[in-house]
């Protein structure tokens, strides 16, 4: 069982930035591939960003690309998304998710754990 904790989300105006964390409880972190999606009210839930379990293969959604950073902290069971360049279709809540894989996926089916999410919303 892993357990996931998001955080840093807000209000913030358009063209702004957040960095967004995730905090994992297990020791074997380094293990999962980890992801972060999106839900806008009255939508699906959407791919944002995914990483390997390593860091070294990342992949983002048209959508958030040249925006969007996603990082990994091994040592501390964290996994972060910079959020840059912020328009109000940013505007949702943010979920963390980890896979019992070292490699990623972009649909949330493919995913074991999830966060409760973060509120990000940004004004124009």
């Known amino acids: 069982q892993v357990q996931l904790v998001e955080s840093g989300g807000g209000l913030v105006q358009a063209g702004g930035s957040l960095r967004l964390s995730c905090a994992a409880s297990?020791?074997?972190?380094?293990?999962?591939?980890m992801g972060w999606f999106r839900q806008a009210p009255g939508k699906e839930r959407e791919f944002a960003a995914a990483?390997?379990?390593?860091?070294?293969?990342?992949d983002y959604a048209d959508s958030v690309k040249g925006r969007f950073t996603i990082s990994r902290d091994n040592a501390e069971s964290s996994v972060y998304l910079h959020v840059n360049s912020l328009k109000p279709e940013d505007t949702a809540v943010y979920y963390c998710?980890?896979?019992?894989?070292?490699?990623?996926?972009?649909?949330?089916?493919?995913?074991?754990?999830w966060g409760q999410g973060t509120q990000v919303t940004v004004s124009s």
């Open positions: 990483i390997s379990w390593s860091g070294a293969y990342t």
């Open positions: 998710a980890a896979k019992r894989s070292i490699a990623y996926a972009t649909s949330p089916e493919n995913y074991d754990y």
């Open positions: 297990r020791r074997t972190f380094s293990s999962y591939a």
